[in-house]
């Protein structure tokens, strides 16, 4: 007992070291900071990359286009995929669509409207989603499960 006190009386005045304890005691602290930042920057990159696919696909589903040989849906998740530039996994892209005869009908009654892309001059709302997984198990534990958004209205062209 009394050369355990001797010993720790030794320590007492002792300063070096201390540097190094206090950083480990800060890491796992700091690193769970710079995780979650990453995690949602990559969360908010995802949304605006879903929010900008959005708008451009559902720019060019307006124009009634589609790719030869395929459907009008198979040209917009085609188009979708290309516009996430592989970031977000087009399969996993929820894409809903409903036309409505004007503007004034969507903003009246915005759960109305028939499902489908619409014809010549319809007024269709798309609206996408994507369940967002993370990078890491860790924001998902802290927020749960997210889902990212995006919904656009569009007026069909005169196409035919």
Known sequence: MKAMKRTLRRFRGDSEGNATIEFALLIPALGLVLGMAIEISAMVLAEGLLESAAMKTARIASTGYTSEGKSREQTIQEYLARETFGLLSPLRV????????????????????????????????????????????????VLGAQVLTASVAVRNEPFE
């Open 94 to 141: 929820a894409v809903a669509s409903k036309a409505y005869p004007s503007y004034s009908e969507l903003e009246a009654n915005p759960e109305g409207g028939v499902a489908g892309f619409g014809g010549p001059n319809d007024v269709v709302r798309y609206s996408f989603s994507y369940p967002w997984d993370g990078l890491t198990p860790l924001l998902k534990g």
